[in-house]
């Protein structure tokens, strides 16, 4: 039933032992959840950003990996829903967001002053009144410069409640983070709310990277949004970069970042450090 539910009903679906083991799984995994922060299971990596114009790191996005016990590292993609669906990502999301900052905090102290780091707020954060007031307050508490915080924001989660996202995004803006909507383009949504939200970036997602190569049709998309996004003042990001071709592509039509597994994997904190000594950070001037 749950299948038939997810695939859009009005259609059947016959029962396999792997759907209960999955279900028995998941919800495991949903009791668990709640304990893996007090047990210390998730780990923080980080994925580089790559400007185009000088070949040194932009930023680094922080990802969020669970290792779990018994299963090993558990996908985001599987474990960030469940989180939603118990209620136990605002508490996640918190903690996501404050180790992000102290590390921002560290890499200032060991010379690394100029390296924006990037996390992500869910659709569960922004629904909450005081998520501003949060960011502001773990800004202060790391004592760091509010500019080297990225929010990131899917476009999905931000066209769930416009006007609320634009007012919360316009203080965080006000405040000196900044703003970059993620997997653009994968949402039917208006051109026209671009120039609404106060961004400084946006992320292409990978699909359309992906297909721009052989699809006439994912490269003029790409091309349309680089160059409204320029038009409108905001820099462009490419998702998923993963060979020359691409990277070359994404160079001639004028993208300003990329980021992807040509350049790197995510890493962990040690690996970041050697991977800005081989090739700088650009400075924010």
Request: one cysteine or more; glycine letters at 4%; charged letters at 25%.
């Amino acid at each position: 039933m749950v299948q038939v539910q997810e695939n859009g009903g009005n259609q059947y679906s016959f029962y396999k032992e792997e759907m209960e083991r999955e279900i028995n799984k998941n919800y495991m995994l949903m009791a668990e959840l709640s304990k893996a922060l007090m047990n210390e299971e998730f780990q923080m990596y980080y994925h580089p950003l790559i400007d185009l114009n000088t070949g040194k790191i932009s930023s680094v996005e922080t990802l969020l990996r669970w290792k779990h016990p018994v299963y090993g590292f558990i996908s985001p993609l599987d474990f960030i829903p469940l989180a939603e669906e118990v209620g136990t990502i605002v508490e996640i999301g918190h903690w996501v967001l404050r180790q992000t900052c102290r590390q921002i905090e560290i890499w200032q102290k060991e010379g690394m002053k100029t390296l924006p780091v990037s996390v992500n707020l869910s659709a569960v954060q922004l629904q909450q009144g005081d998520i501003a007031s949060i960011v502001k307050e773990v800004v202060y508490e790391s004592n760091i410069e509010s500019n080297l915080l990225i929010i990131e924001v899917n476009e999905s989660v931000m066209m769930q409640n416009v006007e609320t996202t634009i007012n919360i995004l316009h203080e965080l803006k006000a405040f000196g983070v900044q703003i970059v909507i993620d997997d653009f383009g994968t949402y039917y949504s208006s051109l026209q709310y671009l120039n609404n939200f106060p961004l400084d970036m946006i992320k292409i997602d990978r699909c359309f990277v992906r297909d721009m190569i052989d699809h006439k049709k994912d490269r003029e998309l790409v091309k349309m949004i680089i160059e409204l996004s320029h038009q409108l003042g905001m820099k462009v990001i490419a998702e998923g970069v993963e060979n020359k071709t691409q990277l070359e592509l994404l160079r001639e039509l004028e993208c300003d970042e990329v980021q992807g597994y040509f350049y790197s994997k995510p890493m962990e904190v040690s690996e970041v450090e050697r991977y800005v000594k081989k090739w700088g950070v650009i400075s924010k001037e």
